[in-house]
């Protein structure tokens, strides 16, 4: 839970409320009620963010707000392809030395997120559950594969289900083609990988099966800050939902999760998954049935 | 139909037989036959390459064989990542002056399929058809925008099924958001657009109506020249065998195009077209159900 600055080909915003925990916060939260919260913010994180989260069923208990410290902040430009982004500036602050604790009220905790963060990190929530949570879902990005690889590696090890994009894949496997990439990382520990590519969908490798989730195609993209996270939460909302780990269902959780994130990249930050209620989700995701549907019977 | 000289991460090829015909041909003989072939070849192209076609009932009376001269010949290295390369010779021959010329046998093509070729040729083709065919479409590249655009804006203005890629949209229409290209050049003529995508897949457009059909992830790509006609033959096939030109039955013309198109870059050249059966046909185009089936009844 953090503060961007973002700046798109479309203009520039001010210091505004994001990180991986708020946006999967924000999109689980229409599928599953309560979710266990684990973050860090500083003494400048508005209460009121923390509050309207606490309305859909967020619990905050497993959030440390440091008095002396700063939020995490991130800013960052986009191109215009709106795939590609330079970070402008990094400031750790509260996230320089965090140290997660995972409350006792959280310990009947059946479907894990661990949204991309320091791998040291993901690790010590994962380590402090004394009941393996049913699904452990991974997110992560090509920064900790550069800086902390071996870290990164012990995480994979323990997961179900590792989400990555199309070079991350590529940059963790020393492979090209994406099926190999897949079979490389399975390998490492996780039975499902989905990788991400951004407006050109998502695929879901098990064994040798394999799904494609398109994204929906969209008019304007006005903001990309987030919707993988939206994506994750979408995702691991969807299976707590349904309380299914089955193929199946996962393949249903990246609709949804797709379904989300192309919510996200409508509206700067979060703004628009604070609008959206279920019937525009349900209208939402029969884009995505209408979108890839097709019968084949030949005449 | 013409020669061509491949270098891919995979290795060299020798002069080769290629050609946009060629490849349209190979595929769409699979599905539809007589076939009223077009085209212009040199002393140099063998007759057992003609041969091969005829067997598969394609008719080369509209195929003109010029004895004084040599057929094209193309010579491009593919990079890295198989979707760029760079073109390191092209040798017109018997292109520099070729007049196509549409024998009365022809005249009653019902389905009509301008391979990518001077968009002048290809509106002289269109001219000479008495009766406008029940379906014309059309396949052009970025080339004719740099260097022909006023014959090519002719040539779209006269046809109801564009197909370009996805750089190919942006550039002619001067939108980035492929939807936004999608319109613009559906007010060109064309009431239909497809958007090629190569590995991403390809998206047909159509007023207000989308489809997306993916493209099969692939252990490896051996050689991905002439994959856009074998899906444009596949495609044109289907149509021609249904004698169906619905939205629908485009959806499924577009996985049988890209059913195609996924076994023309497992080998070189026109290697694995000469090979498949419909068996194989059959089970490709399953794996592309299987690939983006899912059931989105929440439970």
């Not at 973050?39 to 905050?60: C, H, I, K, Q």
């Not at 951004?198 to 398109?214: C, S, W």
Request: glycine share 6%; aromatic share 10%.
């Amino acid at each position: 839970m953090a503060f961007d600055a973002i700046e798109t080909p479309f203009g520039k915003s001010d210091k505004i409320v994001g990180g991986a925990a708020t946006y999967i916060a924000w999109s689980a939260s229409n599928f599953t009620r309560p979710i266990h919260q684990i973050s860090v913010v500083g003494y400048d994180f508005p209460e009121t963010e923390l509050n309207a989260l606490r309305a859909r069923g967020v619990d905050m208990d497993g959030v440390q707000i440091k008095q002396d410290q700063k939020s995490f902040f991130w800013s960052g430009k986009y191109h215009l392809d709106m795939n590609s982004r330079d970070t402008l500036d990094t400031q750790l602050n509260v996230l320089a030395d965090f140290d997660p604790v995972v409350p006792p009220s959280y310990q009947d905790c059946e479907f894990l997120m661990l949204g991309n963060l320091m791998p040291k990190l993901q690790l010590k929530v994962l380590d402090q559950l004394q009941n393996r949570p049913k699904l452990v879902v991974m997110d992560t990005m090509n920064f900790w594969m550069d800086t902390a690889m071996e870290d990164l590696q012990k995480v994979i090890a323990k997961v179900d289900v590792l989400m990555v994009n199309d070079s991350e894949a590529r940059q963790l496997s020393a492979e090209y083609s994406l099926v190999k990439a897949a079979k490389s990382i399975m390998a490492m520990g996780p039975k499902y990988l989905i990788i991400k590519k951004g407006e050109h969908g998502a695929l879901l490798f098990h064994g040798d099966r394999v799904f494609f989730a398109p994204a929906l195609p969209l008019e304007e993209v006005f903001d990309p800050t987030g919707a993988g996270d939206t994506f994750a939460g979408g995702f691991i909302g969807h299976i707590a939902r349904s309380k299914d780990i089955s193929f199946e269902s996962m393949k249903r959780a990246i609709i949804v999760g797709s379904a989300m994130a192309s919510f996200c990249v409508e509206k700067l930050g979060t703004a628009r998954l604070r609008e959206i209620d279920h019937a525009a989700i349900e209208a939402r995701i029969q884009e995505f049935v209408q979108l890839v549907n097709f019968d084949i019977t030949f005449n």
